[in-house]
């Protein structure tokens, strides 16, 4: 990776850290005001981001896809009918090894999106698929091509597989059958 790359890169993961911090603060701000929806403090968040000089446009719009696709993704784990579970199930791993301030922002940011989860939960049903390159959260990524299982501890851009370098994943829930190769 060249060193422009690498700043980028470096650029777009302190913004999805940072955009998810303001995300929550938006949403505690607002508490038991009018509480903004997801997409109205990614905005906001996003806006800010770019306004500080933090990210460019375009990092700012594709990293505030991608915590919107990992937000809302847990509210679509948390909302499911058939778990009671919390968010360790979606993260998948010892909640000592994620950094405190992430779990607290994810889990804050899902429960306040899971009433909307609820009503959208009949178009949702087709899971959405994380690229390479991209950024993601903690968990597990599971290769739609052969299922092998990346983990990812902390925020991070996605690499291609490391068994047959695909580029396709889905998020592995705790009920899924992982077969990490």
């Known amino acids: 990776m060249s060193e422009p ?3 980028d890169s470096d650029r777009q993961l302190h ?8 995300i929550t603060e938006l ?3 607002a508490n038991d ?3 903004p929806r997801l997409r109205d403090a990614l905005e906001r968040a996003r806006k800010r981001a770019i306004e500080l000089g933090e990210l460019s446009q375009e990092e700012a719009a594709r990293v505030a896809d991608y915590i919107r696709r990992d937000v809302e993704d847990a ?3 948390l909302a499911r009918p058939d778990t009671d579970d919390d968010l360790r199930g ?8 994620l950094e405190n301030w ?3 922002r994810f889990t804050s940011i899902a429960d306040k999106t899971r009433l909307e989860w609820l009503a959208l939960q009949d178009s949702l049903r087709q899971a959405e698929t994380w690229r390479t390159g991209e950024v993601t959260g903690p968990g597990q990524l599971r290769c739609e091509n ?27 829930a705790r009920e899924d059958d992982t077969t990490d190769d």
Do not use: S
């Open 5 to 7: 790359e690498k700043k």
């Open 15 to 22: 913004g999805y850290e940072r955009m998810l911090e303001r």
């Open 75 to 77: 509210a679509r784990y």
């Open 33 to 35: 005001k009018a509480r």
């Open 90 to 97: 979606w993260f998948r791993m010892d909640l000592a090894l």
């Open 27 to 29: 949403l505690e701000e």
């Open 146 to 172: 052969c299922g092998k299982v990346l983990q990812f501890r902390a925020t991070g851009h996605i690499p291609p597989c490391g068994g047959c370098k695909g580029t396709a994943f889905r998020r592995v």
């Open 102 to 104: 992430l779990l607290d």
